[in-house]
């Protein structure tokens, strides 16, 4: 019903704008064509300094009822980096902005078409063109410089004692992986990937590296207040995308090829939750590569904690090794007593 009411409101408003035009076309004719231009041309320019007020005071408006509906502060070093670039290309292009819209405006609305008034024929100036292209590239060559700077660096080598957590991306959700006390990750093999064998990343057990590493769900992924994190992600299946917006970070998750970032964290989850006043707030991995049906549903959480806090989840962590032989010793204890309880039941019956 609100489409077919949308549809209608267009199709009388198109009817009513076709009406008018063909009005003041029979108006131009009876007034004279010369004075219709003119008085067209003056409401033309009038209306050039109405767009240019109005589309400036929008401008304010939207961005003072938008003030601090943002994501707030970054919560890592690089995002801080991140927000000052950002800021700093909002300014430059914001005064540019201004700049060239007044002029733009205010230049059709001032020489609008005037019988007293022919216009200066002025095809060329090299020095002008040289100008408004050397000084614009200096400007984009800086910005994209220091872009390219905190790229590499965010891409680049951690530091040494980093923390390392491999995230591995799935249709429809995360995994996340830590090396264990070996600090080593053991190899996997996209054939062993079976979930209902609880090997979900495939992991090669012949790799003795393997057996000491922590396979966590994409909402238990834990990493430390004010130390270095070096995420290593990968997909099993189609392409995702890490990203971590309160950490202003983000990376393609492909198959087959790791990618990775690193970053410090500069606030617990805990202290968060008070910044923002929101007992609720988790800093959260959305996945921000269109990758499927349930692509939406893709939410996953890392938990920032303290040192302590990290070292006593991670004791009580098992290895998926250890998982997958504790199964296995239960299932032989189950069809064990299973065996007995048939076998005393038979005795029974004799
Ligand atoms: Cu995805």
Known sequence: MGTFFLVAILALGFLIVFQIAKASEYVAVLKGEKKTFEQNNRINGFLMIVFLVGGLIGVWLCNEALKGKILGEA?????????????????????????????????????????????????????????????????????????????????????????????????????????????????????????????????????????????????????????????????????????????RMKMDAVPGIPTTMWFTPKFTTAEMKEKTGNPEFEYEISCDQMCGASHYSMKGVIKVVTQQEFDLWMARQKSNYVQIQKNETDQQKGSDTLATQTRTAAVVTH
């Open 75 to 247: 919560a890592s070093d690089h995002g801080q980096k991140i927000d000052d670039m950002l800021y700093i290309t909002l300014a430059i292009t914001g005064v540019v902005f201004v700049i060239t819209q007044i002029l733009l405006f205010w230049f059709a609305f001032k020489y609008q078409y005037s019988e007293k008034r022919k216009a200066y024929y002025y095809p060329h100036n090299n020095k002008l063109e040289l100008i408004w292209t050397v000084v614009p590239a200096i400007f984009l060559t800086v910005l994209v410089g220091f872009g390219l700077y905190y790229w590499f660096k965010i891409t680049g080598d951690a530091p040494k004692n980093a923390l390392q957590v491999e995230i591995t991306g799935k249709q429809f959700n995360w995994i996340g992986r830590y090396p264990g006390k070996d600090n080593t990750f053991g190899k996997k093999y996209y054939r062993n990937i079976s979930d209902p064998g609880n090997n979900q990343l495939g992991l090669l057990w012949e790799d003795g590296a393997t057996h000491d590493d922590i396979v966590v769900g994409g909402s238990d992924i834990h990493i430390i207040v004010n130390k270095p994190v070096k995420l290593i992600i990968g997909s099993r299946d189609v392409v995702h995308d890490v990203g971590l917006a309160h950490f």
